[in-house]
């Protein structure tokens, strides 16, 4: 997929893309699938060509990432699309702080779930799991205790 390939398939997924430095912003970040991360991962060269330089863009400085000794996995799931699936606590935490700045930003924060909490969840239909996903989705800090 060319640069500008990528670039027109984000603007109709509704994305605003921009430049910070030589990063490449992406918001809503819930309109990449691992198919266009790749396709940006091995054209950004040319995408950081063709987009705006933050100072053009009226979008904030996105958050700090989370720290590099958070484990955690973004997944996509079928009904209700992306969450941060965390290994442990800790690294829950940090997604969820990192989440909430998102959130102050304007954007839609990401679920975050723990590997203990998915396992609470195992056995359950798929009309439980997805009421424990729209709840998390309504409430980012949300936990699963039963």
Not at 72 to 97: C, I, M, P
């Amino acid at each position: 997929m060319s640069a500008q390939a990528i670039l027109d398939e984000l603007l109709a997924r509704g994305a605003k893309v921009y430049r910070v430095g030589t990063a490449l912003a992406v918001e809503p970040r819930r309109v990449l699938d691992d198919a266009l991360r790749a396709a940006i991962r091995a054209e950004r060269e040319r995408l950081l060509e063709l987009v705006p330089e933050e100072a053009d863009s009226p979008e904030p400085h996105a958050p700090a990432p989370p720290g590099p000794n958070v484990l955690a996995r973004l997944v996509e799931t079928e009904a209700q699309g992306h969450l941060w699936l965390a290994l442990d606590e800790a690294s829950a935490d940090e997604l969820r702080r990192y989440e909430r700045a998102w959130e102050a930003l304007g954007d839609e924060p990401l679920p975050v779930m723990t590997a203990a909490e998915v396992g609470r969840l195992d056995g359950k239909g798929p009309e439980t799991v997805g009421t424990v996903l729209r709840v998390f989705l309504t409430f980012p800090g949300s936990r699963v205790v039963a």
